[in-house]
Structures are given as C-alpha cells and as structure tokens.
C-alpha cells in the first residue's frame, strides 16, 4: 500500500464505502475534490529580488455548507497531502455536525525562511490569487502547520480591502481585535483533552496520572501539555521539530513553555533526558498524542508503540499499515476526524460570531464545545461497537453517510 496522504485517504473512504454499501455514484462523486486551484506567487524579498512560490486551494465537498479548512505552509507541502486533508474536513465536519463542507489550502515554503515584511507580502499574495474561491458565505481558511492568527488578520484584510468593507467571517482563527473567538486558540487542544479523557474512561484506565507523550509542540501539541495536566495525566514526554525531552516522572507544563519561549524549541529542556521524534512514539506510556506531521506511524514503528491508546491530534499521522497492526495489537486509536475537531468546531462558532456580530464568552465556547467533541464521540463508539469495526471506520461512515444524505436530499444538478 502507498503512503501518500491521498491515497490513504481514498482507502479509507473506499472501506466505508464498502461497509455502509453506499451508492456507488455518491461514492464515486465523494472520491474527487470539488474544485482544485494552483497559483503561482511571486513575492517580492527583502533584498529586491522575486522570488514564485507554488500555492494550493481545494474545495473536497460543499453539500452541507461552505467549505472549511486551514492554510498550511510547510516545505513539504503537495497537492495530494491538500486534497487528503480536504477530503478529512469534509468527514470531520460532518462528524461534529456542523454546517460545513471540507477545503484546505497549502503553499510550500518554510514561514521561518522568510522576514515577518517577506511573509506578509507573500500571504497577501496567496490571499489575492485564491479569492474567487473564499468568502464567508463559499470557502473559510483558518490556520494549521505553519500559519497563525497575524496570517488570518492579513488575509481577513486583503479579502476586506478588495470588497471595500471589513468581512471578519471570511477566516477564522483571527486576533481577538478583528473578530476571533475567545477559547479559538486552545479549542484543538481541549477537544484532543476530552476525547482522551472519554477513551481513558470507556477503556476502563484511570486519567489520573495516565502517562502521556506528544509529539508536537505547537498551536495543538502545545497547549494540550498543561490541559491534559490539569486533568491529572502525567505528560512524560514532549518532542518538536528540532528534539524532544522524556522523564518517566512528569514534565512541568510551565518549566517546558518556558524553555521554549527562551530556546524556541522543546529540545534541550533541562529536567529530563533527550529523545528524539521517532524515539518518542515508542515510549513506554498510556497515551500517544501525534501532534505534528502525518505519515508518523508507520509498519516499520506500529509495533514498537507501547501505549495502548493513540489519539490522533495531527492529521493522518498514521498510515494504514499501521492502523491495521495497531488494530491486531489492541492498541484503540482516537481518529484525527473525531480527535482534532475541537478547532473547526470553535472555528464555526468564531463564524457564527462574526456573522451575528454578537460575541460570546470563553465559558460558553469551551461548554458548547464540550457538548458538541463528547456527543459525537459517543456516537462513533457505539457505532464502532455495534459493527465491530474500528473507530476511525466508524467515523468515516459517520461522516461520509451525512454527506450522502445531503446529496441525495439535494438532488444532482441539473
Ligand atoms: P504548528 O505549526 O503550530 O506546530 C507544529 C509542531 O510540530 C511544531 O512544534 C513543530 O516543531 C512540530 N514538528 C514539525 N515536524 C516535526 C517532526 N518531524 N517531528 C516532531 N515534531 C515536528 O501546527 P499545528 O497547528 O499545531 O498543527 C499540528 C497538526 O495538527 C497538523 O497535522 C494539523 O493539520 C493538525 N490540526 C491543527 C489544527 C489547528 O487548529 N491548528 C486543527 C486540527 C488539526
């Protein structure tokens, strides 16, 4: 089998296809994107010079709502891994039943090459030449690898300035100054802190000092560290890009945000012993939290994983080889369509907010949140349990069914 994050996402797909019996034309129109756009950016640099760089926008499904989906930029991004993670936002929303069809948009270039003055011209760039795509009403960006809430605000402006009037809802995981949401920046975080907390349970584990290890430490893997902390659970081990720190007693939330702030990365941390990424995975733990890349757990590591639980903060951060042998090894895997959806979920109601102009407080949206990570989450265990199958099945016929529905009840056009 390929390890390409499309061709991961057409088989899963193709497998709940083939045990939901689903329509074979629905399934074939759910197998392509909706639309896909490539843009070329030239930006001008620092030193005068005009640099192209290559960009991506794709639209999987828009059957229940416009589409949704951050802006990725990272060197290795491709239009396949674009299309996969589109292809997740469209399951994802539907998981969480919000209105919602699946995009995601990527450029590839690494932001920390570029000067803050190089990156906003590129990102305005980006903004302009994929705007016939967004609005709030068609295609809402928001942040994932790579981007962060100043990116949203300048793309939140060059859409704004080309309609002549301020649009905050036409992206979300903007700065609370132009209309983000209170509770947006930690929403992906606190959904991960809730369905782990609901798979320790259903598995019968204690979340009181349940060892964890994550890999990842930004906007997601971050926050997660003093949030599963504050749960009880011990996080023994944190890696980012650069390295990664273990010790089997507990790291400080507060000591491993502070050597980050001081040293940029994780790695390093002085109470605790050096790992790196891959050795992190296969750390003696309860729970593994992949918070970074996709394609991270593979058939040549699935069987080195010693925690019996895998929840799936990144997208794709396991292949399906691997899903299989994790499978036949008992260890229950938390996937990325239910795991991470606490960030598109407060990304809907950042919109809504926006839409109705009337704002609500941090209380409110980690309540509704809550309600919302912790129903849908009941339903795909049951469904898992009531079918045999895994979770993830579970979750992709969840979701690939509502999208169904929604076409069937739309009707083809014409
Ligand atoms: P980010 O750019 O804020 O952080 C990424 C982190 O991963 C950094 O700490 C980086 O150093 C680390 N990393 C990169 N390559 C690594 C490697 N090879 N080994 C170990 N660590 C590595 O990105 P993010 O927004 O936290 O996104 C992380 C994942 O979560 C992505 O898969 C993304 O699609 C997914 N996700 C993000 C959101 C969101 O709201 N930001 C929502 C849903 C899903």
Not at 11 to 33: F, G, I, N
Request: glycine share 12%; net charge negative.
């Amino acid at each position: 089998m390929n390890s390409n994050p499309w061709q991961q996402a057409l088989h899963q797909l193709d497998e709940a296809a083939e045990l939901m019996e689903l329509d074979p034309s629905l399934h074939a129109m759910m197998r392509s994107p909706k639309r896909i756009l490539e843009v070329s950016i030239p930006t001008r640099m620092d030193d005068g010079s005009v640099k192209v760089f290559t960009g991506y926008r794709v639209h999987h499904n828009t059957s229940r709502g416009p589409s949704k989906g951050g802006i990725r930029y990272h060197p290795s991004v491709t239009l396949d891994e674009v299309k996969a993670l589109a292809m997740w936002m469209t399951w994802k929303c539907a998981v969480v039943g919000i209105p919602y069809g699946g995009a995601k948009g990527g450029v590839v270039l690494d932001p920390k090459e570029l000067s803050p003055a190089e990156l906003e011209r590129m990102t305005r760039r980006y903004a302009s030449e994929i705007l016939p795509l967004i609005g709030p009403e068609r295609d809402i960006p928001a942040p994932d690898m790579g981007t962060d809430e100043q990116i949203m605000a300048w793309i939140m402006d060059t859409y704004s300035m080309n309609q002549g009037y301020s649009v905050p809802g036409v992206v979300t995981g903007k700065p609370m100054a132009v209309g983000g949401s209170l509770g947006r920046g930690s929403a992906t975080s606190r959904g991960v802190v809730y369905v782990t907390v609901s798979t320790l349970k259903h598995l019968g584990m204690p979340v009181d000092e349940a060892r964890v290890v994550i890999q990842g430490y930004g906007k997601v893997g971050g926050p997660a560290v003093q949030l599963l902390h504050d749960q009880g659970c011990i996080v023994v081990g944190v890696a980012d890009v650069m390295g990664g720190v273990y010790d089997p007693r507990g790291l400080s939330p507060m000591g491993l945000e502070r050597h980050k702030d001081e040293a940029g990365t994780v790695a390093g941390y002085e109470h605790g012993e050096p790992v790196t990424p891959e050795e992190l995975l296969e750390l003696e733990c309860d729970v593994v939290i992949p918070a970074a890349l996709e394609g991270v757990i593979t058939e040549k590591n699935a069987d080195k994983v010693q925690a019996k639980v895998v929840v799936e903060a990144a997208n794709g951060p396991t292949t399906n080889e691997a899903d299989v042998i994790l499978g036949d090894r008992g260890v229950m895997v938390v996937p990325d369509i239910l795991a991470n959806s606490g960030g598109v979920t407060v990304s809907y109601f950042e919109w809504v907010q926006d839409i109705q102009a009337y704002f609500w407080s941090e209380d409110e949206v980690n309540e509704r949140l809550r309600g919302i990570i912790e129903g849908a989450y009941v339903e795909v265990i049951a469904l898992a349990e009531e079918r045999g199958i895994t979770a993830r099945q579970a979750a992709t016929i969840l979701g690939v069914g509502r999208v169904a529905e929604a076409h069937r009840t739309r009707g083809l056009f014409p």
